[in-house]
């Protein structure tokens, strides 16, 4: 059975959202009193392509993994929700049946709205319109920051802001190096790839240059940033 109450921590990534934050202390609340928990293990199935729209959502521990499957059939990872995120909202509003496929991505727990009870706030607070739509206006800037990336960058400056990013949200600090950060989000290699849009070979070959040149240490468990200024800079590049 889910535990129906938030832990400490995964309250304070609600909370702490850098969008949830900025919403008015009755419109939280009521969002908050009508929300349910769910905890899922890893690679529990959240919600799948084709389902109906029935839950407003937010990431509260983990991570969601959001995916698709290619012609071939191969899935295909195209972002991962961090904690303090809100998703699903889009189907929604248009009325249509989910786009995508999302998983646990290791032990998640999500913090669920009822689609009804979504509606009953909106009609209660007008503030959540305007919230929603400062909410797709920053999903719309990051696509395009994206696609330009994508268009514009090579792999190495699109592999360092993806990992600045992955430091930012799930970086945990040595406590024998406070100047190195250890990725907490578990990624296979692969799967940065696809994140990416490129091979996992050309990715394994810039990550061991970054290796080489002291900026990231490749461990069994994951990823470790020694240097992030160094990082910063190779976002930079333009070659």
Known sequence: MDDP???????????????????????????LRCAYVKRFKDGGLIAARGDPPEEWIACARGAVRVSSISISG???????????????????????????DTYAHGETTILCVAKADF???LANHVELYEAMLRLHARRIRQLYGL??????????ARLAKQL???????????????????IGLQLAQEELAQLLGASRQR???ELKAM?????????????????????????????
């Not at 921590?9 to 919403?23: C, V």
């Not at 191969?74 to 995508?100: C, N």
């Not at 696609?147 to 190495?156: A, G, I, K, Q």
């Open 5 to 31: 109450i938030l832990t400490i921590d995964e309250r304070e990534a609600i909370n702490s959202g850098r969008w949830f934050s900025t919403l008015s202390p009755s419109l939280r609340h009521d969002i």
């Open 74 to 100: 191969k899935q295909i990872t195209l972002t991962y929700v961090e904690p303090g995120i809100w998703f699903g909202d889009v189907s929604i509003f248009d009325g249509d049946r989910r786009t995508h």
């Open 119 to 121: 509606k009953k706030i």
């Open 147 to 156: 696609v330009e990336d994508l268009n514009t960058l090579p792999l190495r």
């Open 164 to 182: 600045l990013h992955l430091v930012r949200s799930y970086g945990i600090s040595s406590l024998s190096n406070s100047d190195e950060m250890r």
């Open 203 to 205: 990715v394994n070959q």
């Open 211 to 239: 290796e080489r040149d002291d900026i990231i240490r490749i461990e069994p468990g994951g990823l470790v940033v020694r240097d992030r200024p160094a990082l910063m800079r190779l976002t930079e590049i333009d070659i």
